[in-house]
């Protein structure tokens, strides 16, 4: 599935919901889904910075693609990494690096954030960006 689809997808999962409130919690539930990252990568290197939280990600190119584990010890910023991780996982790399993140507005998500906690869905998604600019420089 494209990132556009996957993107496409979560926009109308969260068109199901009335009210921020159970938006909120469906976003708990996906952390919850999260593919927990090993414990031998929650060092420091692999913490986002710009995260109040604590959100350690890394990243393994499978092929031509990116597979990505996280773990966050914030409960929210743990399903904000799980949507992207199910955006981003197993894309190839130039796909993640060309891709828009539009998607995050038309959630309401960026509005319905702290400013902290807004600057660090910013910095998460940089990150995943720069793991794709990473290998996509090994691809060529």
Same mark, same amino acid.
């Given at each position: =599935?494209?990132?556009? !689809?996957?993107? !496409?997808?979560?926009? /109308?999962?969260?068109? =199901?919901? $009335?009210?921020?409130? !159970?938006?909120? #919690?469906? =976003?708990?539930?996906?952390?919850?889904?999260?593919?927990?990252?090993? !414990?031998?990568?929650?060092? /420091?290197?692999?913490?986002?910075?710009?995260?109040?939280?604590?959100?350690?990600?890394?990243? +393994?190119?499978?092929? $031509?693609?990116?597979?990505? &584990? *996280?773990?966050?010890?914030?409960?929210? &910023?743990?399903?904000?990494? *799980?949507?992207?991780?199910?955006?981003?996982?197993?894309?190839?790399?130039? $796909?993640?690096?060309? *891709? $828009?993140?539009?998607?995050? +507005?038309?959630?309401?998500?960026?509005?319905?954030?702290?400013?902290?906690? *807004?600057?660090?869905?910013?910095? =998460?998604?940089?990150?995943?960006?720069?793991?794709?600019?990473?290998?996509? &420089? #090994?691809?060529?």
């Amino acid at each position: =599935m494209s990132i556009k !689809e996957i993107q !496409e997808e979560i926009i /109308d999962e969260f068109s =199901m919901f $009335d009210d921020w409130e !159970e938006r909120y #919690q469906y =976003m708990i539930d996906l952390g919850k889904s999260l593919p927990l990252i090993k !414990e031998e990568f929650k060092v /420091d290197e692999n913490l986002i910075k710009g995260c109040q939280s604590k959100v350690w990600v890394h990243a +393994d190119l499978e092929g $031509d693609a990116i597979a990505f &584990t *996280a773990d966050s010890d914030a409960i929210i &910023t743990k399903g904000i990494i *799980a949507i992207l991780l199910r955006v981003f996982t197993n894309q190839k790399p130039q $796909d993640i690096i060309d *891709a $828009d993140t539009n998607f995050i +507005d038309e959630i309401g998500l960026k509005e319905h954030l702290s400013p902290t906690r *807004a600057n660090g869905l910013v910095s =998460m998604i940089k990150q995943l960006k720069l793991y794709a600019i990473a290998y996509q &420089t #090994q691809l060529n």
